[in-house]
Nanobody
Framework: EVQLVESGGGLVQAGGSLRLSCGAS????????IGWFRQAPGKEREAVSC????????SYADSVKGRFTIPSDYVKNMVSLQMNSLKPEDTAVYYC???????????????????WGQGTQVTVSA
């Protein structure tokens, strides 16, 4: 059974950093690409970032470019999202999701992912 579990959310002041983690079981990252998404209250879900081992691709939403990164040196079956220079508008529930490879992360914003975690809350205070 495929399972994804996010962790690392919390409350941080604007300008601060958080590192989210997505733990996977039931599959390996050779077989699935991982995307990060977020949903703020009253807003639609937004794609944030993606990493795909099948072709080494990564992608980031314009709203987080230069501030968020997915480290490439992740441990087996654990993908992180490093979030720096956080802003109040980054406040949301963050989800990781998986989609079968081969997958090019340039298609992040047009793809329905197969499996989802339960989400972790990130709150950035002004």
């Amino acid at each position: 059974e495929v399972q994804l579990v996010e962790s690392g959310g919390g409350l941080v002041q604007a300008g601060g950093s958080l590192r989210l983690s997505c733990g996977a079981s039931g599959f390996t990252f050779d077989d699935y690409a991982i995307g990060w998404f977020r949903q703020a209250p009253g807003k639609e879900r937004e794609a944030v970032s993606c990493i795909s081992e099948s072709d080494g691709s990564k992608s980031y939403a314009d709203s987080v470019k230069g501030r968020f990164t997915i480290p490439s040196d992740y441990v087996k079956n654990m993908v992180s999202l490093q979030m720096n220079s956080l802003k109040p508008e980054d406040t949301a529930v963050y989800y990781c999701a998986a989609v079968a490879t081969p997958f090019w992360c340039g298609a992040l914003f047009d793809t329905v992912f197969d499996y989802w975690g339960q989400g972790t809350q990130v709150t950035v205070s002004a």
